[in-house]
């Protein structure tokens, strides 16, 4: 039988060298990744040698990798220059929509960074520009490449747990003030939005997957309780989904900074599931109609299908999202978290936006155009703050 060999190393480049960058630059350079760094990109010179400091490179073998890869300050150049096969977007959120539409343009399939874009129109261009040039893209949306996940989707899409009633997620994602000072982007309408948006919006994206509908319409409160920023620190909703199912949304960044929380619920008329992550630990609590756990099930299932390596991608969900869009590539097929998976996402952020703005339920799609930076003054005058 002949053997096949495997595909060349596609070249791939990296925008962006902050916080989220060492988790991405950690499971390119791992043994087998299917991509070769060929250029690194930050508006600020130091921060590529301090991403490899971050990501546990000492002086020297940070200097011999600089001495290798190309690095640039002007991303329209590095793309010109390089023409890298896939390119990683991770900026500020408010630069996603301009510097993925030209790495697209240039011939890369990209993984993008949540939240897609800050604004409707612009994530649905991407998602066209996607379709037509054949490009992918790949987003940051972590929860999908969970352990389980994928199986569960695909249960609850089976009708394994029965018809969808409800379900509800809760990302208590505590960040103190150092989080939003340390850079002027951090907590603005136009470049984060707030908790729904940055902390939130992979979480609404995993709910809507799992419970196997669109966002048909949305309503939502937010409130600037305890930080000392320009958009939501607390956001409270529901979502109502195109298969009639309920949802009900809580992000805050208001809580504490030690004692992390994504945690979501759904039941069927078959079954029900809590899964989460809290302080880093997962939990998950399947059960049948009749109460009984399916842990075991699940465990067993998940290891025999996918292996021991599967329950690893807890350490770096990235990895996961890397291996993914090289495979994604070879084969041709879309991402797991795919393009439509970032401007869908986007617009139910934008929709519950809009509701707590205009104090009514928001039909979803957009009827027009709306964008994270139209909520500027939300909080103006009398709205609802605490500092
Ligand atoms: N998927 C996840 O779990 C996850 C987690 C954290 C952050 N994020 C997302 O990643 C993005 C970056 O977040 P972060 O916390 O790493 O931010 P950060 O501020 O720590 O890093 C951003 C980097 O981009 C650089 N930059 C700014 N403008 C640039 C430009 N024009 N060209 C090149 N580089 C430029 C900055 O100098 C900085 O080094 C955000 O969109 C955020 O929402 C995703």
């Given at each position: 039988?002949?053997?096949?060999?495997?595909?060349?190393?596609?070249?791939?480049?990296?925008?962006?060298?902050?916080?989220i960058?060492?988790?991405?630059?950690?499971?390119?350079?791992?043994?087998?990744?299917?991509?070769?760094?060929?250029?690194?990109?930050?508006?600020?010179?130091?921060?590529?040698?301090?991403?490899?400091?971050?990501?546990?490179?000492?002086?020297?073998?940070?200097k011999?990798?600089?001495?290798?890869?190309?690095?640039?300050?002007?991303?329209?150049?590095?793309?010109?220059?390089?023409?890298?096969?896939?390119?990683a977007?991770?900026?500020?959120?408010?630069?996603?929509?301009?510097?993925?539409?030209?790495?697209?343009?240039?011939?890369?399939?990209?993984?993008?960074?949540?939240?897609?874009?800050?604004?409707?129109?612009?994530?649905?261009?991407?998602?066209?520009?996607?379709?037509?040039?054949?490009?992918?893209?790949?987003?940051?949306?972590?929860?999908?490449?969970l352990?389980?996940?994928?199986?569960?989707?695909?249960?609850?899409?089976?009708?394994?747990?029965?018809?969808?009633?409800?379900?509800?997620?809760?990302?208590?994602w505590?960040?103190?003030?150092?989080?939003?000072?340390?850079?002027?982007?951090?907590?603005?309408?136009?470049?984060?939005?707030?908790?729904?948006?940055?902390?939130?919006?992979?979480?609404?994206?995993?709910?809507?997957?799992?419970?196997?509908?669109?966002?048909?319409?949305?309503?939502?409160?937010?409130?600037?309780?305890?930080?000392?920023?320009?958009?939501?620190d607390?956001?409270?909703?529901?979502l109502?989904?195109?298969?009639?199912?309920?949802?009900?949304?809580?992000?805050?960044?208001?809580t504490?900074?030690?004692?992390?929380?994504?945690?979501?619920?759904?039941?069927?008329?078959?079954?029900?599931?809590?899964?989460?992550?809290?302080?880093?630990?997962?939990?998950f609590?399947?059960?049948?109609?009749?109460?009984?756990?399916?842990?075991?099930?699940?465990?067993?299932?998940?290891?025999?299908?996918?292996?021991?390596?599967?329950?690893?991608?807890?350490?770096?969900?990235?990895?996961?999202?890397?291996?993914?869009?090289?495979?994604?590539?070879?084969?041709?097929?879309?991402?797991?978290?795919?393009?439509?998976?970032?401007?869908?996402?986007?617009?139910?952020?934008?929709?519950?936006?809009?509701?707590?703005?205009?104090?009514?339920?928001?039909?979803?799609p957009?009827?027009?155009?709306?964008?994270?930076?139209?909520?500027?003054?939300?909080?103006d005058?009398?709205?609802?703050?605490?500092?």
């Open positions: 039988m002949p053997v096949k060999s495997p595909a060349a190393p596609l070249s791939y480049a990296l925008i962006g060298c902050g916080r960058s060492v988790k991405h630059i950690k499971a390119v350079l791992k043994k087998n990744s299917g991509l070769t760094l060929s250029a690194i990109v930050d508006s600020n010179p130091a921060a590529p040698a301090n991403l490899l400091l971050a990501a546990g490179f000492s002086d020297k073998k940070a011999k990798l600089l001495d290798r890869v190309h690095v640039y300050t002007d991303f329209e150049e590095m793309l010109r220059t390089e023409h890298p096969q896939v390119v977007i991770t900026v500020p959120s408010g630069l996603h929509y301009r510097i993925a539409k030209a790495a697209l343009l240039s011939g890369a399939h990209i993984l993008l960074e949540k939240p897609m874009t800050m604004c409707a129109s612009e994530a649905r261009e991407l998602y066209e520009i996607s379709e037509s040039t054949g490009r992918k893209i790949a987003m940051g949306h972590i929860y999908r490449y352990p389980f996940v994928a199986t569960l989707q695909k249960e609850i899409a089976d009708g394994v747990f029965g018809t969808i009633s409800h379900g509800s997620v809760a990302v208590r505590g960040h103190d003030q150092e989080y939003y000072d340390q850079a002027a982007w951090r907590g603005t309408w136009k470049s984060d939005g707030g908790a729904l948006m940055n902390q939130s919006v992979h979480a609404l994206d995993l709910l809507c997957w799992l419970m196997n509908g669109e966002a048909v319409s949305a309503t939502a409160m937010l409130a600037r309780r305890f930080r000392d920023m320009e958009a939501e607390v956001a409270c909703g529901t109502e989904l195109s298969n009639h199912a309920l949802c009900q949304i809580e992000g805050t960044t208001a504490s900074p030690f004692d992390h929380e994504a945690s979501f619920f759904i039941n069927g008329s078959k079954g029900n599931l809590r899964v989460g992550l809290r302080k880093g630990k997962p939990f609590d399947i059960r049948d109609a009749a109460g009984h756990k399916r842990n075991f099930y699940y465990l067993r299932k998940e290891l025999h299908e996918k292996g021991f390596g599967s329950l690893l991608t807890l350490l770096n969900p990235h990895a996961g999202i890397y291996k993914d869009l090289v495979l994604a590539i070879h084969e041709n097929r879309s991402p797991i978290a795919d393009a439509k998976s970032g401007y869908t996402s986007v617009e139910m952020v934008l929709g519950m936006y809009l509701s707590a703005r205009e104090g009514r339920q928001i039909a979803l957009l009827a027009a155009d709306f964008s994270s930076e139209d909520m500027k003054g939300f909080f005058g009398s709205r609802n703050t605490a500092h």
